[in-house]
């Protein structure tokens, strides 16, 4: 029962490198997020996918891109990496919005 | 602008006492809530929801209360437990949302003290 994996756990980069998030679910979900968590200020959609092909923007998108490989894949990237983008990224899935998201255990990031 | 506050950041209770955590909304648009909490170096996880038709959900320990005419729910916790020391996220779901696009709380650092 794994869930939602995320990988890495733990990333250090520079100002301007770029790196993916990776983030797969076996629960058979339809739908995908992105969210980020910052000190005080709760969690932050980045992007989500409501069905396999379809990403769209959520309240926070900007220096980021998506990819909706599968059902089963939900990728984040990073094309070049700011100071602004340390924080704890999440992934999660749902199958439908009322049912409540199924988190994984997050990827912490640190822009220096 | 916030459209779920939660404005207390952190509670401490005695164990064996009642936590009430709160939650306030601004969209009167919102069809479901939900509360989520976290542990240190893990991601939230889903503890209770309630859909906007109703007013009370029970699970054990744990009852959501929402009053619609104040856009106001609640979290109680009985009795409390040291093992529900975590943050609490309270989450809301538009009527209409794309797939649920919900909308998160800061949250509240519940302590609860042995």
């Known amino acids: 029962n794994a869930g939602v994996t995320q990988t890495p756990k733990f990333q250090v980069l520079k100002t301007g490198q770029s790196m993916t998030l990776q983030c797969a679910q076996d629960?058979?979900?339809?739908?995908m997020y992105w969210y980020r968590q910052d000190p005080g200020m709760g969690l932050r959609l980045i992007y989500y996918?409501?069905?396999?092909?379809?990403?769209d923007k959520g309240e926070v998108p900007n220096g980021y891109n998506v990819s909706r490989l599968n059902k089963r894949e939900f990728s984040l990237r990073l094309e070049s990496a700011a100071p602004s983008q340390t924080s704890v990224y999440f992934c999660?899935?749902?199958?439908?919005?009322?049912?409540?998201?199924?988190f994984g255990s997050g990827t912490r990031l640190t822009v220096v | 602008d916030q459209q779920v506050k939660q404005n207390s950041p952190s509670l401490s209770v005695q164990e064996g006492r009642i936590s009430i955590l709160n939650c306030d909304y601004t969209?009167?648009?919102?069809?479901?809530f939900l509360w989520y909490k976290k542990y240190p170096a893990e991601g939230p996880t889903f503890l209770i929801s309630?859909?906007?038709?109703?007013d009370k959900n029970e699970d054990g320990r744990f009852t959501v209360f929402l009053n619609k005419s104040a856009k106001h729910l609640s979290l109680h916790i009985v009795p409390s437990q040291p093992g529900d020391s975590a943050v609490y996220f309270c989450?809301?779901?538009?009527?209409?949302?794309?797939?649920?696009?919900?909308?998160f709380g800061k949250g509240t650092k519940l302590s609860v003290k042995p």
């Open positions: 999660a899935s749902s199958e439908a919005y009322n049912y409540g998201y199924t």
């Open positions: 629960m058979n979900h339809n739908s």
């Open positions: 996918s409501a069905s396999e092909g379809t990403t």
């Open positions: 969209n009167s648009m919102f069809d479901y």
């Open positions: 309630i859909s906007s038709i109703k």
């Open positions: 989450a809301a779901s538009p009527i209409g949302g794309s797939q649920g696009n919900l909308i």
